[in-house]
C-alpha cells in the first residue's frame, strides 16, 4: 500500500481566493500538486516557469517534496512596489495608521 499526504494549494486574486485540498502520493512535489489541483487550468495565468510558489509563505521549487498538511501558496506579481509606495505617502506627507490605511482616511 503506498502511502499519501494531504496538502492544500492556494491561490488569491483580488477578488477572490482558491483552496483546493488534495491527497496525493508520498514524495510528490509542489509541481505535480499544483498539476493535480486543476487550477491551471481554471486560471490560464498562471505560468509555473515564471511564477512563484512557496510553501506556508516561504518560497519554493517547483521540485520540492511535499510533507503532509503543507499548504502550497501560488503567488501574483505584485502591481507595485511596496517600497516605492511608501516613499510616496512619505513626501505626500500621510501617515500610516495600523491596519495599513492613511490617517487621512
Request: glycine share 8%.
Amino acid at each position: 500500500m503506498t502511502a499519501s499526504i494531504h496538502v492544500e494549494i492556494a491561490y488569491a486574486k483580488p477578488a477572490r481566493q482558491e483552496f483546493v485540498e488534495l491527497k496525493l502520493p508520498q514524495g510528490s512535489t509542489v509541481q505535480q500538486a499544483i498539476e493535480a489541483s486543476g487550477l491551471l487550468q481554471r486560471y490560464p495565468e498562471i505560468e509555473l516557469a515564471k511564477t512563484k510558489v512557496g510553501i506556508y509563505g516561504k518560497l519554493a521549487r517547483l521540485d520540492t517534496a511535499l510533507r503532509d498538511k503543507d499548504r502550497v501558496e501560488i503567488y501574483r506579481p505584485l502591481i507595485a512596489d511596496p517600497k516605492e509606495v511608501r516613499k510616496q505617502r512619505a513626501a505626500a506627507g500621510m501617515a500610516m495608521k495600523k491596519g495599513g490605511g492613511t490617517a487621512e482616511e
